[in-house]
């Protein structure tokens, strides 16, 4: 059982280019969420959804987008990195709602130069 | 206003140490939940334990215990006899009312020196 699986673990860019940070689940989780962890800032939430086809912003939405076309699959994407988006990335997925277990993936170490 | 305070920022210890963490929430909220999760050095986010805000029973699993207390608005962790492989990054989050999203403290991190 992988869990929630992230890809890559570690990327750099250059300003200006885009990406698409993967993240696939295999526990048939509804809830999935992306978080960037920055020093000082802890955990904050970009976006999640609450199914196939549903998402919503979080708390700093700004510069990324996802979509949830499957239940087991939640991307990101980056259209524009900056520098200001250096950070580390985690998805998470949970079964039901918030307040239940999150399994998180194992981050993506992403250094935008 | 919901909020987590984790104002240990830092903590160093000898093994075999004991230690806590402490955890100090806010909510209006009368249904909610609090999390604790630990980031060890690897990096990924491991959930340790849940509780429910009708739930104020402490919890020990092994070398693990939390003491929940609602008059306080705490929710503080203990490791017993602490080992090396307890250095870690730990969070505690809140989940309360409607809210959709975790609400995190900005974490302890703690050394267990050998």
């Known amino acids: 059982n992988a869990g929630v699986t992230q890809t890559p673990k570690f990327q750099v860019l250059k300003t200006g280019q885009s990406m698409t940070l993967q993240c696939a689940q295999d526990?048939?989780?509804?809830?999935m969420s992306w978080y960037r962890q920055d020093p000082g800032m802890g955990l904050r939430l970009i976006h999640y959804s609450v199914g196939a086809g549903i998402t919503d912003q979080g708390e700093v939405p700004n510069g990324y987008n996802v979509s949830r076309s499957t239940t087991e699959d939640f991307p990101l994407r980056l259209l524009s990195a900056a520098p200001s988006q250096t950070s580390v990335y985690f998805c998470a997925s949970s079964p039901d709602t918030w307040n239940t277990e999150a399994f998180f993936g194992q981050g993506t170490r992403l250094t935008v130069v | 206003a919901q909020k987590v305070t984790q104002a240990q920022t830092e903590i160093s210890v000898v093994e075999k140490e004991d230690v806590t963490l402490d955890c100090v929430y806010e909510?209006?909220?009368?249904?909610?939940?609090l999390f604790w999760y630990k980031q060890p050095p690897s990096g990924e986010l491991v959930f340790l334990i849940r509780?429910?805000?009708?739930d104020e029973q402490n919890e020990i699993s092994g070398r693990y215990s939390w003491n929940f207390q609602k008059s306080t608005s705490s929710f503080n962790f203990t490791i017993t006899a602490s080992q090396v492989v307890d250095s870690a990054v730990y969070f505690c989050?809140?989940?309360?009312?409607?809210?959709?999203?975790?609400?995190w403290g900005l974490g302890t991190s703690l050394a267990v020196n050998p």
């Open positions: 509780r429910n805000s009708f």
């Open positions: 526990m048939n989780h509804e809830y």
């Open positions: 989050a809140l989940n309360a009312g409607n809210n959709r999203k975790l609400i």
């Open positions: 909510t209006r909220d009368t249904t909610y939940y």
